[in-house]
């Protein structure tokens, strides 16, 4: 949080108001770090979504173990994983 609140203020500081929402978009797309940052960015982006998809996929499963009883702890942790992952995907 702290070191997103000093980015914000250094940009905002940089720019005023030229400031864009997205940062990385007021600067040059021609300069090589901040086109490091716009690749490091994206990969974040498509590491970051699997995870959340495994947080979504025990929670449906916990929640058909709760209603249905038909799943117990290592049915939610081994077997209907690609299930879910088809339904998620």
Same mark, same amino acid.
């Given at each position: 949080?702290? =070191? +997103?609140?000093? =980015? *914000?203020? !250094? !940009?905002?500081? +940089?720019?005023?108001?030229? #400031? %864009? +929402?997205?940062? @990385? #978009?007021?600067? *040059?797309?021609?300069?090589? &770090? /901040?086109? /490091?940052?716009?690749?490091? @960015? &994206?990969?974040?982006? !498509? ?8 947080? *979504?996929? $025990?929670?449906?499963?916990? /929640? @058909?173990? &709760?209603?249905? $009883? ?5 049915? /939610?942790?081994? %077997?209907? %994983? %690609?299930? @879910? ?5």
């Amino acid at each position: 949080v702290v =070191l +997103s609140l000093i =980015l *914000s203020l !250094v !940009v905002y500081l +940089s720019f005023r108001e030229d #400031t %864009k +929402s997205d940062c @990385l #978009t007021n600067f *040059s797309y021609d300069n090589v &770090a /901040i086109s /490091i940052s716009r690749i490091l @960015l &994206a990969m974040t982006m !498509v590491f970051t979504y699997p995870m959340e998809q495994f947080v *979504s996929r $025990h929670c449906v499963m916990e /929640i @058909l173990e &709760a209603v249905f $009883h038909q799943f117990d702890q290592k049915d /939610i942790q081994q %077997k209907n %994983k %690609k299930y @879910l992952t088809y339904l998620y995907g």
